[in-house]
């Protein structure tokens, strides 16, 4: 089961907040915090919603990513609050404009792209999202793009 439609309870919710369950109960009334009734009238609050509520909120997902993996766009992680602003180098960024969980995919397939990290293996999302095998390929990859960057061009006629 995919852990960010993991729905929880408004307790839950507020432990993650650092906030009460009526704090949480008041959000979702208000329309700032989106939330369904269960049969008994409960809440119940998605995960990926709830994070992007807290990223929105300036609030810490720390808690929330560690025990629920949930996962972030990149963007998102650099940012530290969710969507960038329009002058930011995330707004030219194909992994952005892609809306890509796996920005470390697309450097491999578009390399001559402006990428917000210049090098996959610098970079933390990168370091926590891909897997080892990954990571040694992207660590290849990054390796081979220098090589053809520092040749020289030659003409052909």
Known sequence: MDKNLLALTTGQAARYCFVSSDTIANWIKADCLPAQRTVGGQFRI??????HFMRRHGMSTDLLDQELETRCYCWESHSGCGKPTPDSKCERCPVFQSMAFNCFYL??????????????????????WAGVEMQESVQSLD??????EMKPH????
């Open 46 to 51: 998605l995960v990926d919603d709830l994070h």
């Open 107 to 128: 450097r491999s397939l578009i390399p001559k792209a402006e990428w917000l990290c210049s090098n996959c293996n610098e970079c933390a999302y990168f370091q926590k």
């Open 143 to 148: 390796m081979e793009t220098q090589e053809v």
């Open 154 to 157: 030659v003409k052909i006629e």
